[in-house]
């Protein structure tokens, strides 16, 4: 069976910091495009960072640039999303996705094959 389980999610005050972690089951990551994207209520999901197949690239939402950081550790088959400098806009549930295609290029837009279940990350004082 093919899944993620999503971790680290929490309430942080302002300027804060959080890890999520993505652990992928039936599945590799390591040559899969990956991504984090969020929802708040209210709003549609958007894409907040990615990063190509084997480590090649990023990319990311202008409103997390210089904050926020993807990494993968292949060994434990686990995606991470390091958030610092955390803003109260930043409040929504994270989502972790992998593409399902091999060896491919990663983007912002909600067209992944793999989710995550979700964990609410709350940023308030």
């Known amino acids: 069976q093919l899944h993620f389980v999503e971790s680290g999610g929490g309430l942080v005050q302002p300027g804060g910091s959080l890890r999520l972690s993505c652990a992928a089951s039936?599945?590799?990551?390591?040559?899969?495009?990956i991504a984090w994207f969020r929802q708040a209520p209210g709003k549609e999901r958007e894409g907040v960072i990615c990063?190509?197949?084997?480590?090649?690239?990023?990319n990311y939402a202008d409103s997390v640039k210089d904050r926020f950081t993807i990494s993968r550790d292949n060994a434990k088959n686990t995606v991470y999303l390091q958030m610092n400098s955390l803003k109260p806009e930043d409040t929504a549930v994270y989502y972790c996705a992998a593409d399902r295609q091999l060896f491919g290029r990663c983007v912002l837009s909600p067209g992944y094959d793999y989710w995550g279940q979700g964990t609410q990350v709350t940023v308030s004082s």
């Open positions: 990063m190509n197949s084997r480590g090649g690239g990023t």
């Open positions: 039936g599945f590799t990551l390591d040559y899969r495009a």
